[in-house]
Nanobody
Framework: QVELVESGGGSVQAGGSFRLSCAAS????????MGWYREAPGKQRELVAV???????IDGDSVKGRFTISRDNAKNTVYLQMNSLKPEDTALYYC??????????????WGQGTQVTVSS
């Protein structure tokens, strides 16, 4: 069973910081691209950031310059450092990972989500 478990969310005042973690497990051949998405009540899910197995990253427009994604391949864990948080960042944050079922084949998997709430 492949599992992604997010942690590190909570409530903070505007301008504060959080570091989210997503620990992945259950893949014989490891993980490819890993990323973070977020979904606020009544709004569509949006990309926050993605990091590939070689370390290349893509940031969503709304978080550029404030959030940094990273990964530890030895621990199969992806992180999201969130700085200068704004009330608009309030959302349920989901971890996503491409699971290698073979060395050349992947399957997407989602975590359960962790809540981030930013007050003004």
């Amino acid at each position: 069973q492949v599992e992604l478990v997010e942690s590190g969310g909570g409530s903070v005042q505007a301008g504060g910081s959080f570091r989210l973690s997503c620990a992945a497990s259950g893949s014989i051949f490891g993980f490819g691209a890993m990323g973070w998405y977020r979904e606020a009540p009544g709004k569509q899910r949006e990309l926050v950031a993605v990091i590939f197995s070689d370390g290349k990253t893509i940031d969503g427009d709304s978080v550029k310059g404030r959030f940094t994604i990273s990964r530890d391949n030895a621990k199969n864990t992806v992180y999201l450092q969130m700085n200068s948080l704004k009330p608009e960042d309030t959302a349920l944050y989901y971890c996503n990972a491409d699971v290698h079922v073979t060395v050349r084949t992947t399957r997407p998997t989602w975590g359960q989500g962790t809540q981030v709430t930013v007050s003004s």
